[in-house]
T-cell receptor, first 113, second 113 residues
């Protein structure tokens, strides 16, 4: 089946540290891959996406590269800020189930001053 | 501005009652989705609809019902048959193709009292 595995949190970093959140996936066919961010008490916001192998999605200093050979889509940021504290979800989308997104369990990030 | 609106933001339900959560979008999206979010479990798909007057069960549909009489609206009813309804409910909409991400509402937090 289709599934997403994320590193478990919480992840605690100091401001300006380098961030990596690992994400690997299992899918039939060729999925599109997404990272979403959720701030406390809110819905999810699309952070970035990649729709085919070797694509790099980027937004607000975050990047992730679609690696088909390792079935991975790791999220990175060179210098985190306190305002990046949130929960991050990796997700894939395929034709199954009406193109419903399959989500990982989320990784909580806390950035301290 | 286009968007997706969920209401109410907070909802309290007594044991044995049915409650309906509202979800409205003005993005002209064909597909709409309901997810349930519990701490540490990520998002789980309840129901989805790709077209008006048609909807499909997701992974955890038991105890829930939906309707899709209008393209803009996809209400979710949490019935008394749902054994553990306390959760955060998220509605989303999208174009029906895997290259697109979702737009999420801000969620409804349901608590059984």
């Amino acid at each position: 089946g289709n599934s997403v595995t994320q590193m478990e949190g919480p992840v605690t970093l100091s401001e300006e540290a380098f961030l990596t959140i690992n994400c690997t996936y299992t899918a039939t066919g060729y999925p599109s891959l997404f990272w979403y961010v959720q701030y406390p008490g809110e819905g999810l916001q699309l952070l970035l996406k990649a729709t085919k192998a070797d694509d790099k999605g980027s937004n607000k200093g975050f990047e992730a590269t679609y690696r088909k050979e390792t079935t991975s889509f790791h999220l990175e940021k060179g210098s985190v800020q306190v305002s990046d504290s949130a929960v991050y979800f990796c997700a894939l989308r395929v034709q199954r189930s009406g193109y419903a997104l399959n989500f990982g369990k989320g990784t909580s990030l806390l950035v301290t001053p | 501005d286009g968007g997706i609106t969920q209401s109410p933001k907070y909802l309290f339900r007594k044991e044995g009652q049915n409650v309906t959560l509202s979800c409205e979008q003005n993005l002209n999206h064909d597909a709409m989705y309901w997810y349930r979010q519990d701490p540490g479990q990520g998002l789980r798909l309840i129901y989805y609809s790709q077209i008006v007057n048609d909807f499909q069960k997701g992974d955890i549909a038991e105890g829930y019902s939906v309707s899709r009489e209008k393209k803009e609206s996809f209400p979710l009813t949490v019935t008394s048959a749902q054994k553990n309804p306390t959760a955060f409910y998220l509605c989303a909409s999208s174009q029906t193709a895997q290259v697109y991400g979702y737009t999420f509402g801000s969620g409804t937090r349901l608590t059984v009292v």
